[in-house]
């Protein structure tokens, strides 16, 4: 099992070379993702192992959410957009309120479930 520090790193995707460690699939470039960091086996630092959104907070955060304690643990935060600033801090609240979270869950899955979808279809 990965060695976690702790830190973790969100950010818009600067190419679609990346893959989420959860599901697979490719994370689009210009979409959310969040890094959890990990410290490397074959060199002396660090390095995000990159999820979208939905499998970071559906399986990721289960699994790990004893890790994700403060906002200050966060890198790139302010640097997103304020409502997924809100529903990445919701992950630190235990989510946010159900109209909320229903309304955020539609909208992250079709757009992201979509782009995954077709980005398979074509390969």
Same mark, same amino acid.
């Given at each position: 099992?990965?060695?976690y520090?702790?830190?973790f @790193?969100?950010?818009? =995707?600067?190419? =679609?070379q990346? @893959?989420?460690?959860?599901?697979?699939?490719?994370?689009?470039?210009?979409l /959310?993702r *969040?890094? &959890?960091? *990990?410290r490397s086996e074959?060199?002396d630092g660090?390095?995000?192992? $990159?999820h979208?959104?939905?499998?970071?907070e559906?399986? $990721?955060m289960? @699994?790990? &959410?004893e890790? /994700?304690?403060s906002?200050?643990r966060? =890198?790139g935060?302010?640097d997103?957009?304020?409502?997924?600033?809100?529903? *990445?801090?919701? $992950?630190?609240?235990?989510?946010?309120?159900e109209?909320?979270e229903? %309304?955020?869950? %539609?909208?992250?899955?079709?757009?992201?479930?979509? @782009?995954a979808?077709? &980005?398979?279809?074509? =390969?």
């Open positions: 099992m990965p060695d520090t702790g830190d @790193k969100v950010e818009y =995707a600067k190419s =679609a990346s @893959k989420c460690r959860t599901c697979g699939s490719k994370i689009e470039k210009g /959310l *969040v890094g &959890a960091v *990990v074959k060199f660090t390095y995000p192992e $990159w979208l959104p939905a499998c970071f559906k399986k $990721w289960t @699994k790990h &959410a890790q /994700l304690t906002a200050d966060i =890198a935060l302010n997103i957009k304020f409502e997924d600033q809100k529903k *990445v801090l919701g $992950w630190l609240t235990g989510g946010a309120d109209e909320g229903a %309304e955020m869950e %539609e909208t992250e899955e079709t757009e992201e479930e979509k @782009k979808r077709t &980005a398979r279809e074509k =390969a």
